[in-house]
């Protein structure tokens, strides 16, 4: 069972271990995920390289694209905290927040 939770939560099962005593359940990654963020981050770095040629051409409008770059780093951070880091595990076995 060990083998096959760390799997789902591409850690080794000793990261699994450390995991569970700090009171921590790891997430299972779904379906598709490290493909999406996988584009996500190709579609973030052709972002880089236009928003690097338009600053030094000065041509387009740089901020935009900077915001743009960061809302698609945002969004990748965002994805990994909801769909991979693990979740603090209270006592009583459950993953709400304490005075929930």
């Known amino acids: ?8 939560a591409c850690v080794s099962d000793s990261a699994l271990v450390r995991m569970l005593i700090k009171g921590y359940e ?12 996988h584009q996500l981050a190709k579609l973030g770095a052709n972002v880089g390289q236009l928003l690097a040629k338009a600053n030094s051409l000065n041509y387009i409008d740089t901020p935009m694209l900077k915001k743009m770059n960061d809302s698609i ?6 994805m990994t905290e909801v ?5 603090r595990v209270n006592s009583d076995g459950s993953n709400k927040t304490v005075g929930s």
């Open 73 to 78: 780093q945002t969004l990748i951070s965002d």
């Open 83 to 87: 769909y991979i880091n693990p979740e």
């Open 1 to 8: 069972m060990l083998k096959a939770k760390a799997k789902a």
């Open 26 to 37: 790891p997430k299972p990654k779904p379906e598709g995920f490290n493909e999406c963020v």
